[in-house]
């Protein structure tokens, strides 16, 4: 999506090895982990407060999962490409966890206070589509 709506690069120009890299992330590594996160954060982050709970979770979320995610989603790309984490991360990382911040939380806090727990990582998924977006264009420039 990425290349064809961000970057408008055309079907003959279109890196299918870069959407391959993509999919094989979400599919291998982010979908199983996020569903694991998400029991996780269910059965051990509780409080009597709703608001309290959900305070918590978005927090274990954004200082845990996204910043985790965000570091393996990069070096992870990096090494598929055969260019270095390190750079990579020096480059993208710092960049690319601001604006997490700044579209996740608010997602999230709406994810744990109205979506049911087997519904959580289809939300996430929905909203991943302009995310990853994101994630590929800065992955290509970094």
């Known amino acids: 999506m990425a290349q064809q ?3 408008r690069v055309g079907a003959e120009k279109h890196n299918f090895a870069r959407t391959g890299r ?8 982010f979908g199983p982990a996020a569903t694991l996160w998400y ?3 269910q059965a051990k982050i509780n409080f ?3 608001n309290a709970t959900i ?3 978005v927090l274990a979320d954004q200082t845990v999962f996204a ?5 393996v989603f990069l070096s992870s790309m990096a090494y598929l490409e055969g260019s270095s ?5 020096q480059s993208t990382y710092g960049e690319a966890l601001k604006k997490n911040w700044m579209v996740w939380p608010l997602v999230q806090s709406v994810n744990f206070k109205l979506v049911p727990l087997e519904h959580r990582v289809l939300v996430v998924n929905i909203v991943s589509l302009g995310w990853n977006c994101y994630l590929s ?3 290509s420039r970094g």
């Open 67 to 71: 910043s985790t995610n965000l570091l």
């Open 39 to 41: 029991r996780f954060l």
């Open 5 to 7: 709506a961000v970057e």
């Open 55 to 57: 305070a918590a979770r």
């Open 48 to 50: 009597k407060n709703t």
């Open 137 to 139: 264009y800065v992955n």
């Open 85 to 89: 984490p390190k750079a990579k991360l």
């Open 22 to 29: 993509m999919a094989l992330y979400g599919g291998v590594v």
